[in-house]
């Protein structure tokens, strides 16, 4: 399993933006997915984007194509989601996951919540 850190959340006004950041300990992602989902109270999780480590492939759910952009940093072995125009809907904890793309990893972002790895959540507050 792969240890996930994800950080960069805090409070923001509507309209505002924030970037979040995933890194991995003692690991390096080569074919793996990165994926991003949240899960607001009294709501489902919900998958939001990922990206195929190896050569940068993204994709998006509808709920946040346009706004989200999710990126990886070979450098630092980091994956990246920007998010643009936030609104109080998007108030939520905001976890990584991570899986190997031949198992779930092909089939994102409808298979984010299903990765076998994923760190500690980091609280995004949209305020209106």
């Known amino acids: 399993e792969v240890q996930l850190q994800a950080s960069g959340g805090g409070l923001v006004q509507a309209g505002g933006s924030l970037r979040l950041s995933c890194a991995a300990s003692e690991f390096t992602f080569d074919d793996y997915t990165i994926g991003w989902f949240r899960q607001a109270p009294g709501k489902e999780r919900e998958g939001l984007s990922c990206?195929?480590?190896?050569?940068?492939?993204?994709r998006y759910a509808d709920s946040v194509k346009g706004r989200f952009t999710i990126s990886r940093d070979v450098r630092s072995s980091a994956v990246h989601l920007e998010m643009n125009n936030l609104t109080p809907e998007d108030t939520a904890v905001y976890y990584c996951?991570?899986?190997?793309?031949?198992?779930?990893?092909?089939?994102?972002?409808?298979?984010?919540?299903?990765?076998?790895?994923r760190g500690q959540g980091t609280q995004v507050t949209v305020s209106s």
């Open positions: 996951s991570a899986d190997p793309w031949d198992r779930y990893g092909r089939e994102c972002p409808g298979t984010i919540t299903a990765f076998g790895s």
């Open positions: 990206v195929r480590y190896i050569d940068g492939t993204t």
